[in-house]
Nanobody, 115 residues
Framework: QVQLVESGGGLVQPGGSLRLSCAAS????????TGWYRQAPGKQRELVAL???????TYADSVKGRFTISRDNARNTVYLQMNSLKPEDTAVYYC?????????WGQGTQVTVSS
């Protein structure tokens, strides 16, 4: 199994920045991709950004140019740098890994963008 722990969420004013972290442990060898998803109240969970084992990144149109996904292999951690935050970015953010043994989700971290 893979265990994922997210951190870094919080309350930030519009235009501010946050960096989320997703630390992986367990059977992490062979992880194919890690993604950040978010779910706002009353809405479906959506993909925000994804990074593959080969380093290829994908972003939702709504965050392109503002968010950056990256990883530190030595720390088994994937980051989501979020800049120029907007109120519509408010959601619970989850990380998810895809691997041959299955897909795993973290517990989520709340991001609130409000003045």
């Amino acid at each position: 199994q893979v265990q994922l722990v997210e951190s870094g969420g919080g309350l930030v004013q519009p235009g501010g920045s946050l960096r989320l972290s997703c630390a992986a442990s367990g059977s992490i060898f062979g992880i194919i991709a890690t993604g950040w998803y978010r779910q706002a109240p009353g809405k479906q969970r959506e993909l925000v950004a994804l990074i593959t084992r080969g380093g290829v990144t994908t972003y939702a149109d709504s965050v392109k140019g503002r968010f950056t996904i990256s990883r530190d292999n030595a720390r088994n951690t994937v980051y989501l740098q979020m800049n120029s935050l907007k109120p519509e970015d408010t959601a619970v953010y989850y990380c998810k890994t895809n691997s041959p043994i299955g897909d795993y989700w973290g517990q989520g971290t709340q991001v609130t963008v409000s003045s």
